[in-house]
């Protein structure tokens, strides 16, 4: 294994502060020993220009000295193809808003590499007729405060327990700053919900249809095992009420960069993996070659490439 030549991180900021995806990106790029990482971020979102200190914080710790101050999309293109000041790198990973995610999509066709897809948020839950109501109702605010372009949803079996959660949801959402609690509604309203299923194994059906980034089981604890091994397609899963979103998101060490859009299904958060590469390496000697000899002459002739097979037949003649 062998760390890529350079990476690009973007670190959202046109929202709000998060020095927290400023080191779930970069500690594993460092680790993986990345000769080349620029981190990207936007100014705070009020006005004066200024990015994050904590952000700065964070890359000085971290030995980063490339960070640049640039916008979204355009900072997205920056990386990609390069500027005057800006270097251009292979890969670019990081959660961003739709058009932050379009936008890394897009430098794909430029050849550069990204991770699919990093946002918006959307966060899962599973409930039965054990869950603690308040306490759920707490965790689904989590991801929800984010964005309205967030999406929360609650998949349940028992109709009581969803209706004591809602009733916790509406005291709390009106606790919260109006910018926060705008965006809770929308991601639980408009854009999640509630879904109630007859049993744990519908619930985890639901679950591998839609493959959220972030999904917590508030579970009894002698049903999670069997939940844990159904779910194929999460990005994460938090086992227990004692496991909230935000302590994923901060402290537990788990990836907290996750693929959304239903590419859990097919991809893996942000690890040191995602920044090293691999090469194959291989040696034969002449005894192998013979064994080999006929398979390879078969598929030759088969497919039509006539050098491959010659390879082969004429090797050792004069």
Known sequence: MSPIASAGLFVPGGKASYPSVAYQLAVPAVVAGVPNISLLVPPLPNGDGNVDPAVLVICRMLGITQVYRANGPAGI???????????????????GSPAVTAAQVEMQRHGVSTMMVLGPTEAMMVADDSTDARRAALDLLIEAEHGEDSTVVLVATDRSVVDEI????????????????TAARAALGTNGGVLLVATLAEACDVVNAFAPEHLQLALAPQRCDDVVSRITNAGEILVGQDTPFSAANFVLGVPASLPTSGFAAVSSGITVAAFLKSTAVATSNGAALRRMRPTIEALADHEGFVAHGNALRERNTS
Request: hydrophobic share 50%; glycine share 8%.
């Open 166 to 181: 809602d009733a916790h949801l509406a005291k709390f959402i009106t606790a919260l700053p109006p910018q926060r609690a």
């Open 77 to 95: 293109a920056a990386l990609g193809f390069g500027t005057q000041r800006i270097a251009p790198v292979r890969k670019i990973v990081g959660p």
